[in-house]
């Protein structure tokens, strides 16, 4: 089983720029083109969030245009940029959005189950997981025995060191969260967005990942109260294999056109 993670694109309506100087249409296009060239193709994708930028009907529509080359199953969650009523509308053929409430769902029919979490708080750059949510994945997290999960979410539940998202990130909730992910001990790993940079740590007893923007990145700065700023480093997607005797190993595959493969030595 391969997935492939693609991460806050934010797409805006088109012909419009991204802080009036990066097009992330046109980066979107070039990862799902990046997607497609992969060998083996994966199984299906994930989207971490942030598919937007403003939450905008016209947005979406956007964004279904430029995904609409990927032959894969596809399932994506809300970031904070994202507006949950539009959002839903714009995947409801999908059918793994849930009629109404929180766009909260599982994926059943994998080697590993996906639980999709909605960590949304509308108008503001941080996440929750209120009693309600906690109570769903509690809920499904029972089910099905000791098969392997993976948790999708955009807001990270632990701190990455990179202060401005630390301050925005999982707020509510992540403590009970944490609890539920050791006590159920069947989460192999929780994938998350938001950050714009490729981040791993270990956490709640399992694995926790960032995966990178398909369009800019945030810079890498370490020290306390560093403000927000970007680079335009290499855009990534991540590649997910589940191994049944190692469980789940994760690549960064990088968009764009390289020199090689060559030989590591000469023949």
């Not at 089983?1 to 088109?14: E, K, N, T, V, Y």
């Not at 409430?101 to 209120?130: N, S, W």
């Not at 925005?168 to 539920?180: F, I, K, N």
């Not at 998350?192 to 007893?205: E, F, L, M, T, Y």
Request: negative net charge.
């Amino acid at each position: 089983m391969l997935i492939a993670q693609l991460s806050d694109p934010h797409i805006r309506g088109p012909g419009q720029l991204l802080y009036d100087r990066i097009d992330t249409a046109a980066y979107l296009e070039r990862a799902v083109a990046h997607v497609l060239r992969l060998d083996p193709l994966p199984d299906l994708a994930i989207m971490t969030g942030d598919l937007v930028d403003g939450g905008k009907a016209e947005e979406y529509a956007l964004l279904r245009r430029l995904l609409a080359p990927l032959p894969m199953p596809l399932y994506v969650i809300p970031g904070n940029h994202d507006a949950r009523e539009p959002l839903r509308a714009a995947f409801a053929d999908k059918g793994f959005f849930p009629a109404e409430g929180f766009l909260q769902y599982a994926v059943e029919d994998q080697p590993v189950r996906l639980i999709a979490l909605d960590t949304l708080v509308e108008g503001k750059p941080y996440g929750e997981l209120c009693e309600e949510r906690l109570a769903w994945l509690d809920a499904r997290l029972g089910e099905h025995g000791d098969k392997p999960v993976m948790l999708l979410m955009h807001h990270p539940p632990f701190e990455c060191g990179i202060d401005a998202f630390d301050r925005a990130r999982l707020q509510h909730g992540d403590q009970h969260l944490a609890a539920l992910v050791r006590r159920h001990g069947t989460v192999e790993r929780a994938v998350c967005g938001h950050v714009h940079r490729p981040i791993q740590v270990r956490w709640a007893g399992t694995m926790a990942s960032i995966a990178p923007s398909t369009a800019h990145q945030a810079t890498l700065d370490l020290h306390d109260g560093a403000p927000l700023t970007m680079m335009m480093e290499p855009p990534a997607i991540a590649l997910h294999q589940w191994r049944p005797r190692t469980g789940l190993v994760t690549h960064l595959s990088y968009i764009g056109d390289f020199d090689g493969p060559k030989p590591f030595r000469k023949i």
